[in-house]
């Protein structure tokens, strides 16, 4: 009878430190003319638990024929390969995607309400944004510099409606 208590102990134990740890995620994108990385890092329960997805290489093959991408899964030293797949993501996708999405919001209570508290939670502790615009033209490259700042900016300020920033975001528009 006491192995049944201490176990549940333990396990209790194990419930309330994962409740109260916290989930650190990093993003990063990069695109250089046509070298794409997308690399996404979950850690969690104080770092014991880690999940790093790396997308190398993203084509996009047209509106008919979709985006291709290619996808691996590294373990914590980034020299093992645990998993590799590759997918292709096609306008019939997106579609049937919108519509499960749409059933999904539909048939979930409150759910707006529950997506601002979780996204009130969020805090971004580093935003890191440059941007390289070049059209070979000076007022084209001039008048597109500027339209992409206003949107960069417009999209910033949306997010931090919604996520704490504890830092200055540093965004910035390269011609």
Same mark, same amino acid.
């Given at each position: 009878?006491?192995? #049944?208590?201490?176990?549940?102990?333990?396990? =209790?134990?194990?419930?309330?430190? /994962?409740?109260?740890?916290?989930?650190?995620?990093?993003?990063?994108?990069?695109?250089?003319?046509?070298? &794409?990385?997308?690399?996404?890092?979950?850690?969690?329960?104080?770092?014991?638990?880690?999940?790093?997805?790396?997308?190398?290489?993203?084509?996009?093959?047209?509106?008919?024929?979709?985006?291709?991408?290619?996808?691996?899964?590294?373990?914590? =030293?980034?020299? &093992?390969?645990?998993?590799?797949?590759?997918?292709?993501?096609?306008?019939?996708?997106?579609?049937?995607?919108?519509?499960?999405?749409?059933?999904?919001?539909?048939?979930?209570?409150?759910?707006?309400?529950?997506?601002?508290?979780?996204? =009130?939670?969020?805090?971004?502790?580093?935003?890191?944004?440059?941007?390289?615009?070049?059209?070979? &033209?000076?007022?084209?490259? /001039?008048?597109?510099?500027? =339209? #992409?700042?206003?949107?960069?900016?417009?999209?910033?300020?949306?997010? /931090?409606?919604?996520?704490?920033?504890?830092?200055?975001?540093?965004?910035?528009?390269?011609?």
């Amino acid at each position: 009878m006491l192995w #049944v208590g201490i176990v549940c102990i333990v396990v =209790a134990a194990a419930i309330v430190l /994962a409740l109260l740890s916290w989930i650190r995620g990093e993003f990063y994108f990069s695109r250089v003319k046509d070298n &794409d990385t997308l690399s996404i890092e979950v850690r969690a329960l104080f770092g014991l638990v880690r999940y790093r997805f790396v997308i190398p290489i993203i084509q996009f093959r047209g509106f008919t024929r979709g985006i291709f991408f290619q996808a691996e899964t590294v373990n914590e =030293a980034k020299v &093992d390969l645990k998993d590799k797949r590759k997918d292709h993501i096609t306008k019939d996708k997106i579609i049937e995607f919108y519509k499960e999405a749409k059933d999904l919001l539909v048939h979930t209570l409150n759910w707006h309400s529950w997506l601002k508290q979780t996204l =009130a939670r969020l805090e971004c502790t580093r935003l890191r944004w440059v941007t390289q615009v070049g059209l070979g &033209d000076a007022p084209e490259t /001039a008048i597109t510099t500027g =339209a #992409v700042w206003g949107i960069k900016s417009s999209l910033i300020g949306f997010g /931090a409606r919604y996520v704490q920033m504890t830092a200055k975001p540093m965004v910035n528009v390269v011609p």
